[in-house]
């Protein structure tokens, strides 16, 4: 076992850490504050090589693996630990991803191209106003009328709708609808790359605005509604009726990054806390001697490392599966995404709240952004990308077999 990086991951690390100090971590708090532009750093992103990480260079692609793009995510998260620029990052790995393994070669060509130099979007659109988590449950329909796919439904937490709609060619995302009745659950889910800008055209039936969200501010998620959106066949992903594993992959990959960057902000967070508590006099001793304080943090540093630990095995894993390894499913690497989330942010969150109790009084005032890096992360802690006990679930399924539901 070797539980160091390779040389090249070692000098990948070290440009996206200098990346993330001259580009990211100065603008992070206006970015919060909307003083500053995702769309400003986006370009800045594509020269290098952080959009579409994992896209091959036949469509000017890194070509990178999972395990870069979690290193990439965890630093990003250190300069940026509301993780609006993680965000975009992540999902511009995963999703891109899965149009690159499903999609026709004629979309791929159209698209990737553009998503790698900055200009095209691609995201997630699968929650519903009923439920989330319950993918098979999807009620958004997809009906062939005339040679065309027409899309009618509901997407309540969309990230990214405003900047795919800003872009010079726009972008769409990853959709997953019903394309047969309820009843057959996931034997009836079809998913489609669905643009809902293409080429600096907005496409029809689309309605959206965005929620103003208490934290994580620097990246938007919208509501989305489609009435008859026309998709043409070719931005089908795989197959009728057999889109369920399509998207079911791309959240096991999206969870592992997910992982590194909550990994990411609560190291932020944990320095934070630890210059803190050396500097903070209390009863004429730093708070830090007291083993009230320096128990809890060796506790949380502890948990971070083998959090961290379970973010890049699973990251590992994506990568041998991807490789053709016989030795790796792809449920092992839904279950190791889904400890990797699991793990990485439930003790991001419980860093974020004892590094406020140390701050005390001041964590609550703007000026001081401990909150800042907490609000981001919970956005993952109340279900983006699955909820915790649906990541309980897919590993209970794992270790103990399906009879567990």
């Known amino acids: 076992m070797d539980f160091g990086f390779s040389r090249e991951e070692v000098l990948f690390r070290d440009s996206v ?23 400003d750093l986006i370009p800045r992103l594509a020269e290098h090589g952080l959009v579409g990480l994992t896209i091959s260079s036949r469509y000017g692609g890194s070509e990178g693996s999972f395990l870069m793009a979690a290193i ?15 965000v975009y990052f992540l999902l511009e790995t995963a999703w891109p991803f899965i149009v690159q393994r499903y999609a026709k070669d004629s979309v791929k060509e159209e698209v990737l191209p553009r998503l790698v130099k900055g200009e095209a979007w691609i995201g997630i659109a699968s929650t519903e106003p009923q439920g989330g988590s319950d993918v098979a ?21 969309v990230t990214g709708v405003s900047i795919a709609l800003k872009l010079p060619y726009g972008g769409g995302f990853v959709t997953i609808t019903r394309t047969g009745p309820l009843e057959a659950r996931h034997r009836a889910i079809t998913t489609f790359l669905l643009m809902v800008k293409r080429n600096g055209v907005v496409n029809e039936g689309i309605e959206t605005r965005e929620w103003d969200e208490w934290g994580r501010h620097g990246i938007p998620t919208n509501y989305l509604k489609l009435n008859n959106t026309p998709v043409d066949p070719d931005f089908i992903l795989g197959e009728v009726n057999n889109g369920f ?18 990994i990411g902000s609560a190291m932020w967070l944990l320095e934070q806390g630890r210059e803190w508590i050396k500097q903070r006099v209390v009863f004429g001793k730093p708070i830090a001697s007291y083993q009230s304080i320096s128990f809890k943090y060796a506790e949380l540093h502890a948990r971070l490392e083998a959090a961290k630990l379970m973010v890049y095995k699973a990251a590992w894993l994506a990568d041998k599966f991807y490789s053709g390894d016989p030795a790796v499913s792809i449920s092992d690497v839904a279950a190791a995404g889904a400890m990797a989330k699991m793990l990485a942010v439930e003790a991001a969150v419980d860093t974020g709240l004892e590094v406020m109790k140390w701050f005390g009084g001041m964590s609550y005032f703007r000026e001081t952004p401990i909150a800042r890096a907490l609000l981001g992360i ?4 109340v279900g983006a990308e ?20």
């Open 245 to 262: 594993k399509i998207a079911m992959e791309g959240f096991n990959v999206a969870r592992t990054i997910i992982g590194a960057a909550s």
């Open 378 to 381: 919970l956005s993952y802690y």
């Open 137 to 157: 449950g999807e009620r958004t329909e997809a009906k062939f009328v005339n040679g065309k796919w027409l899309v009618t439904g509901e997407k309540s937490m």
């Open 17 to 39: 850490r200098e990346f993330g100090e001259r580009y990211v971590k100065p603008h992070w708090i206006e970015l919060d504050e909307g003083k500053y532009s995702l769309l």
């Open 386 to 405: 699955g909820t915790q006990n649906i990541m309980r679930l897919i590993i209970a399924r794992q270790v103990i077999g399906r009879e567990v539901e």
């Open 72 to 86: 990439a995510a965890e630093e990003l998260a250190k300069a940026d630990p509301s993780l609006a620029v993680p």
